[in-house]
């Protein structure tokens, strides 16, 4: 009998992502404060701040299944220090394939849409307006890319296509997408119709 393949953890995909702080005067290991930030923001915390109280009010389970030696969680300083530099972009591109790996079942659907997000301050202050691509059934983000300007939604949404692995899924969209050079790009990564058989791709 064969053995049973292994899953890469969280920890182990997170250790791909570059380092940007000097390899002097390092607290914790880069893959345990982001795995920290996913486990705090999967349970609701929607801040830096939030992630640092997660981390405090669970310090043993987190210090001991992150590997954290000195048994304290990263405060609310560092966790700023650290995403103000951190390359978003390889965060969100290893984190998304960790989640598609575990999560995307072939054939569920993937939809694309923009969307506003909004701090702790709510509507005080402007929202980053961002493209993002989720998973039908478990509702995964598997990748999202802010838009670089006012009005260019369409922009955002052929990046961030063009990081997904679209064979075997269908896709859905609303009608702006419904764009000819959109629907090309999603023919050309091998998406299914929406009738979920052929060759070619519609948005639905």
Same mark, same amino acid.
């Given at each position: /009998?064969?053995?049973t393949?292994r899953r890469? #953890?969280? !920890?182990?995909a997170l ?8 390899? %002097? ?5 880069l ?8 486990c705090? /923001?999967?349970?609701?915390a929607?801040?830096?701040?939030a992630m640092?109280?997660?981390g405090?009010? %669970?310090r043993?389970?987190?210090?001991? &299944? ?6 304290? &969680?990263?405060?609310?300083a560092?966790?700023?220090? !650290?995403?103000?530099?951190?390359d978003?972009? &390889? ?10 790996a ?10 694309v ?7 702790i301050h709510?509507?005080q !202050?402007?929202g980053?307006?961002?493209v ?11 990748t999202?890319?802010a /838009? ?5 939604e369409l922009a955002a949404a052929?990046?961030?296509l ?5 064979q075997? %899924? ?5 009608a ?13 990564k ?9 060759? #070619?791709?519609?948005?639905?």
């Amino acid at each position: /009998m064969a053995a049973t393949e292994r899953r890469e #953890s969280l !920890l182990e995909a997170l250790a791909a992502v570059p380092d940007p702080r000097s390899r %002097h005067g390092r607290r914790y290991a880069l893959a345990a404060v982001l795995a920290l930030a996913v486990c705090a /923001m999967a349970c609701g915390a929607r801040s830096v701040y939030a992630m640092a109280q997660w981390g405090r009010e %669970h310090r043993e389970l987190v210090c001991t &299944a992150l590997g954290i030696t000195r048994q304290t &969680a990263p405060d609310v300083a560092t966790l700023q220090r !650290l995403f103000r530099r951190l390359d978003v972009g &390889a965060f969100e591109g290893v984190l998304g394939r960790w989640l598609s790996a575990r999560g995307l079942q072939r054939g569920e659907g993937i939809a694309v849409d923009g969307k506003t997000l909004r701090g702790i301050h709510g509507e005080q !202050l402007p929202g980053v307006r961002l493209v993002a691509a989720f998973t039908h059934q478990s509702g995964i983000t598997l990748t999202q890319e802010a /838009m670089p300007g006012e009005g260019q939604e369409l922009a955002a949404a052929q990046v961030v296509l063009e990081r997904l692995d679209l064979q075997g %899924h269908v896709v859905t969209a609303d009608a702006l997408y419904a764009q000819r050079g959109v629907c090309a790009q999603i023919r050309k990564k091998g998406a299914l119709p929406a009738a979920g058989q052929g060759q #070619s791709a519609d948005v639905v």
